[in-house]
């Protein structure tokens, strides 16, 4: 069974940075796409950062410039480093690892962008 694990989250001042870490249970090439989620209360999950097996990525809008995915093969794990951040980047942030017919998801780990 496929096992997403994310650390990094955590209270942050407007402006400030954290990186994201999710660490696979297996290797992150067995993956078509894997990437970041978030969910904002009272607000549907919602993409921010992927990246392809071949490495391409894809950012959100309200994001780009100021995120960035990166990803450790040999760790098995994929990064989100968040700079700049905003109060409206707080949410819940998922791991997320998809194949053809299926999606798997961490547990999710908590950004709370406050001063």
């Known amino acids: 069974q496929v096992q997403l694990v994310e650390s990094g989250g955590g209270l942050v001042q407007p402006g400030g940075s954290l990186r994201l870490s999710c660490a696979a249970s297996e290797s992150i090439f067995s993956f078509n796409v894997m990437g970041w989620y978030r969910q904002a209360p009272g607000k549907e999950r919602e993409l921010v950062a992927v990246m392809s097996s071949g490495g391409t990525t894809n950012y959100a809008e309200s994001v780009k410039g100021r995120f960035t995915i990166s990803r450790d093969n040999a760790k098995k794990t994929v990064f989100l480093q968040m700079n700049s951040l905003k109060a409206e980047d707080t949410a819940v942030y998922y791991c997320?690892?998809?194949?053809?017919?299926?999606?798997?998801w961490g547990q999710g780990t908590q950004v709370t962008v406050s001063s």
């Open positions: 997320n690892a998809a194949r053809v017919s299926r999606h798997y």
